[in-house]
Nanobody, 123 residues
Framework: QVQLVESGGGLVQAGGSLRLSCAAS????????MGWYRQAPGKQRDLVAT???????NYADSVKGRFTISRDNAKNTVYLQMNSLKPEDTAVYYC?????????????????WGQGALVTVSS
């Protein structure tokens, strides 16, 4: 069974930086897309950034120039470097994977989600 384990959330002052990590564990052949979504209190879950196996990236306009997504395919891990954090970045950040292929049943996980990491940015 494939699981996603997140780490790196916490409390930071506005203008500061945090780095989130998410490792996919289990028997994995490949992962198509990895990424991050976030959900602020009382709001819907929104895209933050995604990265494909070919390193093509996509960012929400609100984080462009401040956040950087990267991945280590050998470790099945995705990272989110968050700089110049603002109070409006406060949210629970969820790791996402799309198209995880495994050598054993079910052979593919269409999508998986991490447990969430709380990021709080104080003003």
């Amino acid at each position: 069974q494939v699981q996603l384990v997140e780490s790196g959330g916490g409390l930071v002052q506005a203008g500061g930086s945090l780095r989130l990590s998410c490792a996919a564990s289990g028997s994995i052949l490949s992962i198509n897309t990895m990424g991050w979504y976030r959900q602020a209190p009382g709001k819907q879950r929104d895209l933050v950034a995604t990265i494909t196996s070919g390193s093509r990236t996509n960012y929400a306009d609100s984080v462009k120039g401040r956040f950087t997504i990267s991945r280590d395919n050998a470790k099945n891990t995705v990272y989110l470097q968050m700089n110049s954090l603002k109070p409006e970045d406060t949210a629970v950040y969820y790791c996402y994977t799309g198209g995880v292929r495994t050598p054993v049943p079910p052979y593919i996980y269409v999508e998986l989600w991490g447990q969430g990491a709380l990021v709080t940015v104080s003003s």
